[in-house]
């Protein structure tokens, strides 16, 4: 180093900061051993904010501006050196730039899913993420808190912090939006609005706020989407029965296009039979409405072993001279009319009858007392 070297590095006349990066919130203006000449010149651009820091305590803050250093604009840091008469030595302190433009490629997103009460679908989990703005509102309290004494703060340093203050806050504010699971998409907006007014209301202890919160997605678990798109299916097909036979009248033209195969043909003969039971179905109900598809097919019945049963005939019984006799099937009582035993006014009865009755009043006899011939004339 020359000796003119030395001499122009024992003074610093010119203070500021060309932010060549795009994440660097705090940096630290490099005056190492060297001494702040009084009267610099300090330079803080649009977007800045310069801190002055004097054996770690913050004094001075500028905003944007060009300024001569003098103990008149440096009032907190001329007490504090005990400058009361405008003494203008040099004098050696901090400074601290702080970027205070909008940060937006600040990302955030659920590591766990969150769990939220639905009136439709119950307890659902959901997986959400998206980006928000952040912004430092107060270079003083920011350099306190967090920033301490890193000569280079950047956002990959406070990012983690802001992703779990978000996260922990987002399912409170998805429980309290009362909003239905299949409403989010439309009250995203809304949502990242009020998150973002709580996010800058707890920040504001550190100097940050959250301008701008977008919620990019919110996600449920693969079960939940299959039966979310069962229902939308089943809400595009509308009217069960109707779709039935569309889907009929298609495969019987399928089938038309190709007589000769064996399949079509089989297909085909399938489809025309359920196309012409539904619309048999739909012309005994008069109205014309489709008849409702039973729940599960009527299983065919297997054939028998062997035949059934043969009926049981009515059994009948007979009063001759007081007596009660039989019982007798309509065979039996053939033969007592044949014998005699048996006319019009022979009293009979059986099951379900009040009493007994004459069997030429009763008409289910008149075939068996009809039989018998009456008898010959005299001769």
Known sequence: MSLMDKLRGEFVDIIEWLDDSRDT??????????????????????????????????????????????????????????????????FKAEVYFVNTRQFTDMKWGTQNPVILRDAEFGVVRVRAFGAYAARVVDASQLLRELVGTDPQFRTEEVQEYLRQLIVGRLGNALATAGVPLLDLAAHQDAIGRRLATVLTAELAEVGIAIPKFVIENVSVPPEVEQALDKRTSMGAVGDLGRYTQFQAANAMEAAAKNPGGEAGAGIGLGMGMAMGQQMSRAMAGGSGAPQPTPAQPTPAQPAAAEPPPLPTQTQWYVGVAGQR????????????????????DTLVWQAGMAQWQPAGQVPELASVLASVPPPLPPQ
């Open 25 to 90: 919130i705090v940096w630290r203006f490099p005056r190492y051993q060297n001494e702040i000449k009084m009267g610099a010149k300090l330079v803080v651009r649009e977007s800045q904010t310069a801190v002055f820091v004097n054996e770690g305590q913050i004094a001075d803050a500028f905003p944007p501006g060009t300024y001569t250093l003098e103990t008149r604009n440096m009032p907190i840091l001329s007490t504090l050196k005990g400058w009361k008469y405008g003494f203008n030595s040099p």
């Open 325 to 344: 006799q039989g019982p007798y099937d309509l065979g039996g009582l053939a033969e007592q009319v044949g014998a005699g035993a048996l006319g019009p």
